[in-house]
């Protein structure tokens, strides 16, 4: 209905404009224009194309001084769709990577919210790793289960790890080397829950054959089997001493057996439905059972005595735990939730809340201070046990995670899912620490205090709010009831808070009691940025009256007036000494002035748009400005000349600013996104996205560590700059195994990727297979030779005309490099070997030519493919053409050749390639010409991003030569 409705007033729109607005030859009314625009900006955050770009074109033929803004968000709407898209492909390859390469999955995660901020399918894939405080990151995958992980445990030394499946059997893993040592097989159906003993000889598994089983640990035999459940054995436990067993059963009982003699000892009966978990008390006096009627029972294990009930929970309980001290227990429930009891009184005293889904598992940390939880959510979470708030999510799984539990030492998660996968977890730091959440509108404005512990964040809800950088809590309130809080800054000793106004006045706030002290009014309209001078008792304000005023912090008149910009001032800022006031202005200038006599020293001019934010080096010696013609601009403060210009932001700068050794410049930009910038070169270094709508302010920290970002998406985010940089750094030197596999980088990263990539596996030469194959791709490219052994380039040498004699070793070597081939998963590794084994084949062709002519061929088929991978098309050319004066009758060589030519540019060679080959039969199920395997091809090239740009029109033409 709302589609309906939507095109119904895009049918008005279209007959005003096309039809009655050109009766009487106006144009449309530039208000009418910028709600069209604003139309568009919104259907594009809700990510309705269609709609974004019906409203552009609706507009486009009335609104002539709009132009060129409508063609840009036509622009910004085909970037979207493109994104879209991409993001799709992208989500394809790391859900396939992930399975065989997890490590190499996270860095395309992290290379595609990157890059695809905007896109969805992005947002939601490789954003929930960030949603919550902090990203983790997975150590190891163990892959071996043909069904579900239903169950994980560590052994008590955390050195094993065990996993039940409801593939009828238990796995012991080795948790360092991720390998499967032993697998236990005996149920007769699903394992549906597992345990070590306390001294981690013996195994316990419980399984929907309604039994449980007692295995040797190290021998993998069965010992035991406990039966006597009429319905499936769902939780299994062992007490503190490892002489008793707890099993919990569909039978609604749970029963105490001897682990010795395999005999029943006490049934606990009084539930109504499922006994779904069981565990002992610390001191094993006392057994906890959860259930499917909703509720939780402790009981006394000697009497068998139910002692308490704990109810709450709306849906049924599915897991329970001890703290370790026995004085509180975890319950987790179907109802989405966990809770905290008190044992003594059997009260609830927390409620852990945010998971989407039913939570299936929970455990306490060794030391008491932390939760796990998992979730039908695909996610397990860290939380902290005092506080009731969420600190990590963990995310990668494809499934529900069922188990989950802490390593010995606490620092290590495992987690079992239904993705057939257990995978075990170090909660490292990932992008956004910290999310401050609790503005209502914009957060316009964001400022450290000078020990670093606390933030300070404005908004359009009128607010500004005070918050525990530690904790993410707000502390404090500071409310302007009468309009927007549209800058804050704190006094150098942290005592004062600074607010700007658009309701045209500062108001200068105690930052411990939150209570207004001063009221700062002499502009005549709003008031958008203010500072306090070093030694704190001065206050400068900038203001759309296109001035900026000076004031005594502790009287609150102003002194000094500074006019001469004719447009907004939208920015101030005070040198390191307090002589100098810099500001910023619409009207596309920044200017220099003397802060004692109020006289204006210096105009920096050169930006074609808005001057939005200023910022001085910690020197004095260095001006920073952001605009809205999306540079940044780094300044001479004596000459006024401009050094350096920082490009990359696609839409507006809308704030800047200076690490504390100034070695750094921070911009944030209405593109979503804050940029790391060298300042003595003017490279970018890093990308932070995460924000949802565009970012109004950034700080450093004061130790330069931490970045803090304000955003139009009603938040501000916390950020830990040495680790992010360090995630793309990785996401480099894996780029020939991200193009490899399938993933598409942008065009504009490609070059510095694979250039910064190389040098990695220069700079780490034990890397040997990678590092020797891409020198060999580089001499190929370069004419030359790659020596391994002098680890040098050379010259071509003359091929020799004499045979040499070729021993059994080299032939032996042959088998085995085809061997290494054949084994080796990893792609790119395997292409690597497919260089060594053309050299080895070749010296053999000159005794055996007929033995080892196809093999040779095909070799140099699939070398030529990885040149490809490396845009190396000339040595592509080379290896394939090699193959066909080998033997010309291999058909893959015909269809790579002609490709090897196109994106070398060489289009009538490639054009007369494709022609003479389209239309000749191919031979296959589903390539029946040539015309279909070429097609194949370009679409294999395309996706993996190794058309360059100035070859795509050429390599279209061709497409549509064979579609002919």
Known sequence: MKNAALLRLLFVIHYSLFVIA?????????????????SAELELKKRNFPAAREYCEAALP????????????NRRINKAIDAEKRGAENAAVFMQTKETNPTLAMRMMWYNSSRHPESQISHDLY???ISDTQAVFMLKRFNGHRSSVSAVAFSPDGKKALTGSRDNTAVLWDAVSGQAEKTFTGHTDYVFSVAFSPDGKKILTGSRDNTAKLWDAGSGQAEKTFTGHTAYVKAVAFSPDGKDVLTGSGDNTAKLWDAASGQAEKTFTGHTSHVSSVAFSPDGKKVLTGNFDNTAKLWDAVSGQAEKTFTGHTAYVTSVAFSPDGKELLTGSGDNTVKLWDVGNGQAEKTFTGHTSFVYSVAFSPDGKKVLTGSWDFTAKLWDAASGQAEKTFTGHRDPVFSVAFSPDGKKVLTGSWDKTAVLWDAGSGQAEKAFTGHTASVSSVA???????????????????????????????????????????????????????DKTAVLWDAGSGQAEKTFTDHTSKVTSVAFSPDGKKVLTGSWDNTAKLWDAGSGQAEKNYTGHTFFVYSVAFSPDGKKVLTGSFDNTAKLWDAGSGQAEKTFAGHTSHVSSVAFSPDGKKVLTGSWDKTAVLWDAGSGQAEKTFTGHTSSVHSVAFSPDGKKVLTGSWDNTVKLWDAASGQAEKTFTGHTDGVSAVAFSPDGKKLLTGSGDNTAKLWDVQRDAVEDKIARYCFYEMVGAGFQLEEEDMGQYRLDSIAFFEKNKQDSIHYHFLMDSLAQVK?????????????????????????????????????????ERDTLKRYALYAELIDSLKNRMQVSPDTYTNTLVR????????????????????????????????????????????LQGQYEA???????WKDQPFGEQELATY??????????????????????????????????
Not at 62 to 73: D, F, H, K, P, V
Not at 910 to 916: C, F, N, P, T, V
């Open 859 to 902: 070799t140099y088929n699939s070398h030529a493919w990885y040149s490809f991978f490396l845009q190396a098309f000339k040595s592509a050319e080379q290896d394939i053409r090699a193959g066909i004066a080998v033997d010309s009758s291999y058909k893959y060589l015909h269809t790579n050749l002609a490709p090897a030519l196109l």
């Open 783 to 823: 004419g030359l030779i790659w020596d391994k052994a002098k680890m040098a380039f050379g010259e071509k040498l003359e091929e020799s005309e004499t045979a040499e004699e070729v021993s059994d070793g080299e032939e032996d070597s042959i088998t085995n490099l085809q061997n290494q081939i054949a084994a």
């Open 931 to 964: 015309r279909e395997a070429f097609l194949a091809d370009l679409d294999v090239f395309e996706k993996a991003g190794i058309i360059p740009a100035e070859r795509k029109k050429d390599v279209e033409k061709i497409r549509a030569l064979l579609k002919e």
């Open 448 to 502: 450290f205090s000078p020990d670093g512990k606390k933030v300070l964040t404005g908004s359009w809800d009128s607010t500004a709010k005070l918050w525990d950088a530690g904790s993410g809590q707000a502390e404090k309130t500071f409310t302007d009831p009468t309009s927007c809080v549209h800058s804050v800054a704190f006094s150098p000793d942290g005592k004062k808070v600074l607010t700007g106004s658009w």
């Open 62 to 73: 009335l609104c002539s001084q709009n132009t060129e803004a409508i063609r840009a968000m």
């Open 127 to 129: 954003h929930q790793a």
């Open 22 to 38: 050109p009766l009487f030859n106006q144009s449309a009314d530039p208000s009418f224009c910028r709600a069209m625009l604003d």
């Open 910 to 916: 490639a054009q007369a390639e494709y022609l003479k």
